[in-house]
Structures are given as structure tokens and as C-alpha cells.
């Protein structure tokens, strides 16, 4: 089915662009521009601290992409740091909830939470990912379920503007509308996302429990 779109000179964005994917129709789903709603930008920032230059590479963990899958961060040592990081990497604390710009349908995005930090740990990402920082002490971690659901990755998915390596742009996140609905719902919400994790991390101990059980029974 074709979708056409009709934009005046005067309502390009910056540089007049002319990209067709940045006007997509799809991505102006009207269930996301209810006036009785928030607007992402109010409810978080989009912090872009990045690793200082020249700072030692100790005790550094970098999340890359493939460490992000459907609101779950997996941590392993694959994170911890080896060498000298090839690229900039942004800094996270808990409470963010991250998401990747790239390739919007493996749903790379994952709430941070305490396990992601140890004494001399700190933790970093990617630069695909936006980082989203709650503006108050409310848990954003129901954001996450809302970030998954359809009618948002419909939204993500018409947005994104390139051939081998497609992207959405940060302006998509932040003119996101959450409905009330749902906000007046956050506190339940989070917990029970933030009750999910926990209960996945905890999965995630007593498994290496029981691989350290299995290497003293083979001696290795």
C-alpha cells in the first residue's frame, strides 16, 4: 500500500532535508498524538556524557548493542574492558534506560539497573544507544513495556532513514507521547519491570552457581 506525504519548503527540518524517510506518515500514528498524554522530553533527558579522554581503562564495563535485548542488559565479562576502547562511549548510572538507534526491530533496549555496578565497576555504552534519564526521582522502567509495544516500533520502524546500517533520529524518542493511561499507571508499571529484572538477575547468580558446581565435578 503506498502512503504519501505533502510538506511545504518551509517545513523541512534543519538543511532541508529531503530524505522521504524523514516524513514518513506511518511514524505520526495518531494514537501517539493524543493532546492527553506526556510527552517523552518531559518526563526524561538524553544525557551525552561521554568517557573522558585520556582516562585509564580500568575498571571500565562497555555495553555494546548486543547486550540489549527486549528491557534486559546482560552482563558477562565480555563487558569488561581488554583493551583501549576504539570509539567514544557514553557513561549510564542506574535508573537510564537505554535504546539503540540502529536496526529498530531487534528491540535493543534494556532499563539499568543496580547489578550493573561493582566497587572499581563503572559502566558505559555504545553511542548507538540514546540514553534516557528520568527528570524525577520516578522510576522510568515503565517505559520500557511501552517502548516495546507495536504501535511504538511501528512508529521507530517508519522513522528509520538509511539503506545497510538504517537509524532513527533522537527527535522520534523525544515527540513520542506516552498516554496518560498508561503514565497514571507508572509506579505500578516500573515496579513490576524492575521486579522482572531482579528476579532475572538472581536467574542469572544461581546459573553460575551451578557452572561452577559442574567445573569442580569435571575438574575443569
Known sequence: MAHFGVRRLTELDNGFV???????????????KDDDGVRLFDIVDFPRELIPKGTSIKG??????????????KIDDSSVLQE????AKKLIQPGDLIISRL??????????????????????????????RP???DSIAYLVPFLLSGVVQAVLAASQEGGHHPRFQEKVLRDLV???????????LAQKVESS???????????????????????R
Open 135 to 137: 527528570k524525577s526521582k
Open 18 to 32: 529531503l530524505a522521504p524517510e524523514r516524513y514518513d506518515p506511518r511514524k505520526e500514528d495518531t494514537r501517539l
Open 84 to 87: 583501549k576502547p576504539g570509539s
Open 103 to 132: 536496526r529498530s526491530y531487534l528491540k535493543q533496549i534494556a532499563w539499568i539497573d543496580e547489578g550493573v555496578e561493582a566497587e572499581d565497576i563503572h559502566p558505559c555504552v555504545s553511542t548507538e544507544f540514546f540514553v534516557l
Open 60 to 73: 571500565w564495563r562497555v555495553f555494546d548493542t548486543g547486550h540489549a535485548a527486549d528491557g534486559f542488559l
Open 178 to 188: 506516552v498516554p496518560r493511561a498508561v503514565y497514571e499507571q507508572r509506579a505500578a
Open 197 to 219: 529484572i531482579e528476579k532475572r538477575r538472581a536467574g542469572e547468580r544461581q546459573m553460575l552457581v551451578l557452572a561452577d558446581l559442574i567445573k569442580g565435578i569435571l575438574g
